[in-house]
């Protein structure tokens, strides 16, 4: 009994102490509630909650090409609640609106001639600006706009299908119609042969007719100038050989006297020999008289009889005797007339009907480059900074708040002020002492990221230096704020720890700033961590240069002068 009741009684004591000891039931409840809904509504669209919101994305559209696409386009988005749609001039403008203003988290241009390109069966392309560091909602968009970009291929396709369809009944009907023509044809060739056979007999007897009529005609022509031409080659033939046995007899005459002639002249030189005596032998030979071949026999010469060069010139005659052509010119015969069969005309095809094109979509980024479609990025890019300021906080939670309330609680503090130390001196050493060493812890942390994880440094890597002292100062300065507002050390602990968790989750340290809704991402604006954040995703995910870090460095060392005001004042009445 007595064991039973001491264990009543440490269970009565325990129940007492929570209940007094309110941070302990901020931790048990408050905190874990805190800590829940922040991440619950971070995260609710990266699981597919409904966050309630109306116009949640902000979608900047140029649209150059004024046609039929952009009116479904514009339609389209119109119907999803979630989508803002900001319409801008230029492209310039769009591309402002997502990398400078940050006002919308995708810009899309539609380039002229979009509409006339897919009627006329080419690609077109849409033109997406797109931030890196939004990769989840610009997936959502790029899913929204292939969706659009289907929905406007299909109808198109179904457009073509309808057209094609008409068209298909259309060719049927004319076929349809052509057949029963070509039956109607067929039947009439039928009875064009049927009378054709009743009406070859007619013709072939009048080109027989024709044929001999023409044939006796040559006939006859033919004979009377084989007649004539015989009648004029034997008269001629006659008059030849008269002529010719003249000239022989006057040639045989010639010869015979030649012939006395040529003894008469021996005898008369063989005179002459005698007479010249003993010069006889002086004397040259006469002249010698040609002889006479001795194969000439006159006596047989005859002239060829008149009949055989008749037949001769007969055989000439025939061989160039030409019959003249018969001409038989088919329109002299009657046929019968062949009927005009009225054949259907197809008609005039419909020339607009063309296979659509497709539409789809070119990515670029912040910096003008084509990139592929939601490439995303290194997540470390994101998380090598995120955790980086979480713990620089939590180091200037214990390097700050707990310090001043250990040194309080040491005497250390008294011991300074026993020597005319005054109390802002003391913070303004320490407070530099933990900048220096935040600055520094947030340089190797940066180090350490690009050499085990790849991270990215941007272009120009010193200027990381401005967002990290920044941060740097106003963690400390609002470590001193929570050592002013905790009375104890176990009071610091919970309060700054919750705190800088909420700090860091809402602020975009852990995630995308932009995957949480609108209030909140407006609750954020006012805290460091978001100012960070955004100057290092500037610097490292989106690649822009160090004047895209000035304004939110310049912001931060404003926390951290309001901060560092409120903690001395807190200081110098809670330690003074």
Request: proline share 4%.
């Amino acid at each position: 009994m007595r064991a039973l009741r001491a264990i009543w009684f440490t269970l009565g004591k325990e129940f007492r102490l929570i209940r007094r000891d309110r941070i302990g039931l901020f931790m048990l409840l408050v905190a874990p509630i805190a800590v829940i809904a922040a991440a619950g509504f971070s995260l609710a669209r990266v699981f597919g909650g409904d966050t309630g919101e109306r116009g949640e994305y902000t979608i900047a559209i140029v649209d150059e090409d004024h046609g039929l696409i952009s009116h479904t386009i514009f339609n389209a988005i119109a119907r999803d609640q979630s989508v803002n749609l900001m319409h801008v001039d230029t492209r310039a403008d769009a591309e402002a609106s997502v990398r400078e203003r940050k006002q919308a988290v995708v810009a899309i241009v539609i380039p002229a001639g979009t509409t006339r390109t897919v009627a006329g069966g080419g690609k077109a392309r849409l033109i997406l600006y797109t931030d890196p560091v939004k990769y989840l909602q610009t997936v959502r968009i790029e899913l929204m706009v292939s969706e659009m970009c289907r929905e406007i291929n299909a109808g198109a396709i179904e457009k073509v299908r309808r057209g094609a369809t008409q068209q298909a009944q259309y060719i049927h009907d004319e076929f349809a119609a052509a057949q029963a023509a070509a039956e109607k044809a067929h039947a009439e060739a039928n009875r064009l042969a049927a009378a054709s056979l009743a009406s070859r007999e007619v013709i072939a007897a009048h080109i027989r007719e024709r044929i001999e009529k023409e044939l006796n005609a040559a006939r006859d022509h033919a004979k009377a100038a084989i007649d004539a031409e015989f009648d004029r080659i034997k008269a001629d033939l006659n008059t030849q050989a008269a002529a010719q046995r003249a000239r022989l007899d006057q040639l045989k005459d010639y010869l015979q006297r030649l012939k006395v002639s040529q003894t008469e002249f021996e005898a008369w030189f063989a005179q002459l020999k005698e007479i010249a005596g003993s010069r006889a032998s002086s004397l040259p030979p006469p002249p010698s008289i040609p002889a006479a071949p001795a194969n000439l026999d006159l006596t047989d010469l005859k002239i060829e009889s008149p009949d055989a060069q008749l037949k001769t010139a007969q055989r000439n005659l025939e061989a160039s005797l030409t019959v003249p052509r018969i001409e038989i010119n088919a329109r002299d015969f009657p046929l019968p007339k062949i009927p005009n069969i009225a054949i259907p005309s197809m008609g005039k095809m419909n020339a607009n009907l063309a296979i659509p094109g497709t539409l789809g979509f070119t990515e670029f980024d912040l910096n003008g480059k084509e990139t592929a479609a939601a490439s995303g990025f290194n997540a470390f890019d994101l998380q090598v900074p995120g955790f980086a300021v979480t713990f620089l906080m939590i180091g200037m939670l214990m390097g700050v708040s707990l310090a001043l309330i250990d040194e309080r609680d040491w005497g250390t503090l008294e011991r300074l002020r026993s020597v005319s130390a005054p109390l802002w001196t003391t913070l303004t050493g320490k407070l530099l002492a933990r900048f220096v060493v935040g600055f520094v812890q947030m340089m190797v942390l940066f180090g350490a990221g690009w050499l085990l994880f790849g991270i990215s440094l941007g272009h120009m890597p010193e200027a990381l230096m401005l967002p990290a002292a920044a941060i740097a100062f106003a963690g400390a300065a609002f470590g001193l704020i929570v050592a002013g507002v905790g009375r104890t050390r176990d009071a610091v602990m919970p309060v700054g720890a919750i705190v800088i968790m909420t700090m860091a989750a809402i602020g975009g340290c852990w995630w995308p700033i932009d995957l949480e809704p609108a209030w909140m991402q407006q609750v954020a604006l006012g805290l460091p961590t978001t100012w960070a954040m955004r100057a290092f995703n500037d610097l490292m995910i989106r690649d822009l240069s160090v004047t895209s870090a000035l304004m939110p460095t310049a912001i931060n060392f404003g926390f951290g002068l309001i901060y560092t005001v409120i903690g001395v004042a807190i200081a110098r009445r809670r330690f003074g």
